[in-house]
């Protein structure tokens, strides 16, 4: 599904990001595997945010929203435990130990993701999220951004000079960290902060 | 230095500046380039003219500060060259 996804879609710009909504306004999360931008977007659904998905964002290249697409969240290793403090157990699949990724087992997102899955939300913060590392919030040039972002897309180059507008557009306006952090409750703080001082 | 060059159309590019770089999206192959300084000050003088080196180099001289205009010819031509490597400039 994610395959097709990824290779079929014209219809919007398609990032490899997650994202939560909250006031009709969405925060993106994108990074390499391990960087923590799954398990961060289903925590902050348990926290007051629309999950809008874990796997890709859907940018309208048209009107610059956002469009979700949630689906099972895909937990890995030490993440499981994380979301199983604060998820009931009756969301959770059976845990599938050692996979080539480690141990994963899904969870399904809050009944409020599916029931507003149709509602888009203007982007108004994109994370780069690095699990790890002591918490620090760093500005980014938006050439980074741009390139980073153009790895994150699955179809940019299909999309042309669609994809080139709609993704220059997201670059000039949306406001962008790199964020570093040891800790779910860590990450909340600096994206707290953030979100916060938004307009 | 008497080898002409000309910039392609204007049309079919897009030129988006960003920090210190400027993207330029070629429509007729959908690629899109990253370029530093001086391209795109390269591409603006340039015009629709079919021009030498030393005709860029003295549009540039005129209209920018040139911090080193002593090789500035060298990096002009060097720069074409890649140019038409990328099919963003094409030798008249």
Redesign the interface.
């Known amino acids: 599904m994610n395959l097709q996804m990824a290779l079929g879609w014209r219809r919007h710009l398609l990032l490899h990001a997650s994202s939560v909504e909250k006031d009709g306004k969405a925060l993106l999360m994108t990074g390499l595997s391990g960087s923590g931008k799954s398990t961060l977007s289903a925590m902050l659904a348990e926290k007051g945010w629309r999950f809008m998905g874990d796997e890709f964002a859907l940018l309208n290249p048209d009107t610059g929203m956002l469009h979700s697409f949630p689906r099972l969240i895909s937990l890995k290793n030490q993440a499981i435990a994380t979301m199983q403090a604060i998820v009931p157990e009756n969301r959770f699949g059976p845990l599938m130990k050692g996979t080539p990724k480690g141990d994963i087992r899904h969870v399904k997102p809050p009944l409020d993701a599916v029931n507003k899955m149709k509602d888009a939300a203007k982007p108004a913060l994109l994370l780069f999220p690095r699990f790890g590392h002591d918490p620090a919030l760093r500005d980014i040039g938006k050439s980074e951004i741009f390139v980073r972002l153009t790895q994150a897309s699955t179809n940019y180059v299909a999309l042309g000079e669609t994809g080139f507008r709609a993704l220059t557009q997201f670059v000039d306006t949306v406001p962008t960290r790199a964020m570093d952090y040891q800790s779910g409750d860590q990450a909340e703080e600096l994206i707290d902060s953030l979100w916060s001082k938004l307009p | 230095m008497s080898q002409l060059y000309r910039a392609a159309a204007s049309e079919g590019l897009?030129q988006?500046p960003?920090?210190?770089?400027t993207?330029i999206?070629q429509?007729s192959s959908?690629i899109?380039h990253?370029v530093a300084d001086p391209v795109p000050a390269i591409l603006t003088v340039m015009g629709t003219d079919a021009l030498t080196a030393d005709d860029i180099t003295g549009r540039l001289s005129d209209s920018y500060d040139l911090e080193d205009s002593g090789n500035a010819a060298d990096i002009v031509l060097a720069r074409l060259v890649e140019l038409c490597s990328l099919g963003l400039v094409e030798r008249v």
């Open positions: 897009i988006h960003l920090d210190s770089m993207l999206f429509k959908g899109t990253m």
